[in-house]
């Protein structure tokens, strides 16, 4: 497969300018091209330049408000709520970063409501900057169905992701892990199928709904939450965060509702935003530091993101390495609809 | 084995007289003696009266403070800094209960940091009451050092278990799961040993280092998360909420202060409650309830919690079933230190 290497800036322009070509507003193209690079100056390829035809796909079919306006309000003392305004989640995070901040300074904490939204992006560059701003963060959101809760054999669960930061010391970044409630990504088993390999147990059900290890039966299948009847249970508590809490569309719903156009359905998010200078213990950087000091100490164990950050050190120098099919086919698309 | 069969009533008196007879004041041997009998009563036997010659060594050995008075402060406008006074953490959770509540209802959120305790119990038994009061409830717990963390040999977290509750309507009892962050209860290994059956692959490490589902071999090495490096972040989280956040022990510093009585070390717990009145969806109950009717249609799946209430209905009519030689054991301990 032949590549193109382009710059983080290069992948910046390219990104603004393809959305800003389909519909997008300024302000939201720069949005959704800033979390688009991010990703792929960290190597997350999945969540990079990749997913520009989907954007483009719901720009053209009139889902998704390129030029949305969101709005963030206040609901209750520790609790704010973010209308997306029918657009894509980056400037509603961008705008709501700070009112979040200064609300869980003052309160201790922040809830934060995000509704009316349509979420496409990988939640650690959600949760990234609220942890480098000295917050200790979470986030999930929910998708369309994808796995079924566990003793179960038919979809009702997206793939749920959860996210969680907690800042460092030392001009250390922040630890943050960022994981879907899927036993394995669907990905992954696609080139499981196309490499021929067998499956772990565990990953998913054929179309009779009996486990399998093969993963074209797994294709046709559904797939099963990470860790059995626990992963199941962490699932289940993200649809019930993102959309029984907050009000927002259960994945059920945003399937049925949504157009199929390759892009993402309208759904929420739940974000919830801890200041630790507020519960107590004013040596908590210190203590918390011990902790770290123990685990990098023990032979084997890797903390969540630290490849990330060391492949974005790496890219920043080397630039990115995007397939010439998928950069031909971006540029096809920066004219816009014929 | 033979069984002594006691009515709930019963097994509240024994434990109380038995807590009682050990130094513990009236007001905490009633709050112990209440989160023993609901696990009864609920058919969890592994945190029933089992675990009352732990809390008896704890009192004896002067570890823990048997007439705590629990200490409860608004320390943000969303953060409760709950004291234990060095005693048992079931006061501690009665005396904060309502503020806890009343601060969810006000400013939407409340994050409890619980300090200065000693942690024995289910979490469910925390988190029911609040979703019981219309709240959804997330605790966590951590304990001395039972796993390694994926990747690595040696032990650095607990099994840190993490409970979750969201208020049903029509009169259902909430939603509430509670689930260790380990892949098997060591319980379960122990019995796999007796038993002489396999474990499944992931559970453990033999004392090498080597993944091993020889249940002796798991028994002498170290237990690991479930569902691999997702449970193993799932633990880190309980780790950095329950004592980097909140400043209170790490599992770790746990075991090293421990006095290795058979009782609770001393350790802190996160509680988050959330009014769902307060996050912009009036219409929040029913249309959760439409997930929970799609969940209970589909075949094989089964509520968390579900078998919990159901033993709960069938226990109160029939009594509880208690082994003879712990009965016996509990009877002797009633009389005090000799």
Redesign the interface.
Known sequence: MSHVTLSVDQVRDLAARCLAGNGCDDANAAAVADTITRAEADGCASHGLFRLPGYVASLRSGKVNGAARPRVEA?????L?VDGDGGYAPLAHERSREPIAAMAR??????V?L?NTHHFAALWAEVEPLAEMGL?AMAMTAYKPAM???????P?FGTNPMA?G?PRGGGAPP?V?D?ASA?MARGEVMIAARDGHDLP?GVGLDRDGKPSTDPNAVLEGVMLP??????S??A??V???C?????ER?S??AAQADNNDGGPPRGGEFI?A???D????A??HD??E??FA??AA?????L?GARRHAKRAKLARSGVRVPADLHDRIQALCAGPA
Chains 1, 2 share one sequence.
Request: no cysteine.
């Open positions: 609901i209750a003392p520790a609790v709520r003052e309160s201790g904490v922040a809830a409501a509704v200790v079924a809760p566990f003793g179960a054999r038919e009702l969680f907690f630890m892990f994981q036993a147990p990470f860790g059995g009847y626990k992963g249970a962490i289940m508590m649809e019930l965060l959309a029984g809490l907050i009000g259960f059920f719903e919830l801890m200041d630790p507020r519960f107590g213990d040596s908590w203590h918390a011990t902790f123990r685990y023990l032979d084997g164990a890797r969540p």
